[in-house]
């Protein structure tokens, strides 16, 4: 434990583990071993951290989830008291976010890599050895399989279900389940295949709409010398 970093009460920490300075490890942490919690990255009250992880500078686990109720007037917040459990050989980049639970738990499985940026909602889980590219994120209460590839900027939507071995294509929205192994790209995100067929579609559109007001003007003159 390195100078400057603050550990609270009834916080466990494992063998071999560094905690770098002016990290924040709130009541009740678990650490795993063999972990390093890397500068300013902030461990709120009741996370666990499994053995072999890797928390990147300037990571958030445990903050309020997003939550609240609109009372006809204005939003009241509902309390966050559940806690975020990361697996073993987690890695966590730099300036991510993965927020508490509402009431269970936040998870990341075994061996999940969420890159710089990326940001995971309450009462999300993701299965083990799933990848996420930055600014990614993913809203409360979905689930993601596991041996995922999510490209960057992606957005998944909330209560969503993504299978196992799905691929999806960087800049993507997701707004409804994914059944596994699917590889799948854009907004709304559809099938990668059909995707890169309407993106090459979409360079010949300017083209397209000259032969259709060429046909268009032939039409309106052949019916007027019927006339």
């Given at each position: 434990?390195?100078?400057?970093?603050?550990?609270?009460?009834?916080?466990?920490?494992?063998?071999?583990?560094?905690?770098?300075?002016?990290?924040?490890?709130?009541?009740?942490?678990?650490?795993?071993?063999?972990?390093?919690?890397?500068?300013?990255?902030?461990?709120?009250?009741?996370?666990?951290?499994?053995?072999?992880?890797?928390?990147?500078?300037?990571?958030?686990?445990?903050?309020?989830?997003f939550g609240y109720?609109?009372?006809?007037?204005?939003?009241?917040?509902?309390?966050?008291?559940?806690?975020?459990?990361?697996?073993?050989?987690?890695?966590?980049?730099?300036?991510?976010?993965?927020?508490?639970?509402?009431?269970?738990?936040?998870?990341i499985g075994d061996?999940?890599?969420?890159?710089?940026?990326?940001?995971?909602?309450?009462?999300?889980?993701?299965?083990?050895?799933?990848?996420?590219?930055?600014?990614?994120?993913?809203?409360?209460?979905?689930?993601?399989?596991?041996?995922?590839?999510?490209?960057?900027?992606?957005?998944?939507?909330?209560?969503?279900?993504?299978?196992?071995?799905?691929?999806?294509?960087?800049?993507?929205?997701?707004?409804?389940?994914i059944e596994d192994?699917?590889?799948?790209?854009?907004?709304?995100?559809?099938?990668?295949?059909?995707?890169?067929?309407?993106?090459?579609?979409?360079?010949?559109?300017?083209?397209?709409?000259?032969?259709?007001?060429?046909?268009?003007?032939?039409?309106?003159?052949?019916?007027?010398?019927?006339?």
């Amino acid at each position: 434990i390195m100078d400057f970093a603050y550990i609270s009460s009834g916080v466990v920490i494992g063998d071999n583990t560094i905690i770098y300075p002016f990290v924040y490890i709130g009541e009740n942490v678990k650490i795993g071993n063999n972990v390093k919690i890397l500068p300013h990255s902030v461990i709120m009250d009741d996370t666990e951290i499994g053995d072999e992880t890797i928390i990147q500078p300037g990571a958030i686990l445990g903050a309020d989830g997003f939550g609240y109720a609109f009372n006809g007037i204005s939003y009241e917040k509902i309390p966050q008291v559940g806690k975020v459990v990361i697996g073993k050989a987690v890695e966590i980049g730099a300036n991510t976010t993965v927020d508490r639970a509402t009431l269970d738990k936040t998870e990341i499985g075994d061996g999940v890599k969420l890159d710089n940026l990326v940001m995971i909602g309450h009462n999300v889980r993701i299965g083990e050895n799933t990848v996420m590219a930055g600014q990614s994120g993913v809203a409360g209460s979905s689930e993601i399989g596991k041996y995922g590839i999510i490209g960057g900027q992606v957005g998944i939507g909330d209560h969503l279900k993504i299978g196992n071995k799905v691929m999806i294509g960087g800049k993507s929205g997701i707004m409804s389940n994914i059944e596994d192994g699917k590889k799948i790209a854009g907004i709304p995100a559809r099938d990668y295949k059909s995707w890169l067929r309407i993106e090459a579609y979409l360079e010949k559109l300017p083209e397209m709409k000259k032969t259709i007001d060429i046909i268009l003007k032939k039409i309106e003159e052949i019916v007027g010398e019927k006339k």
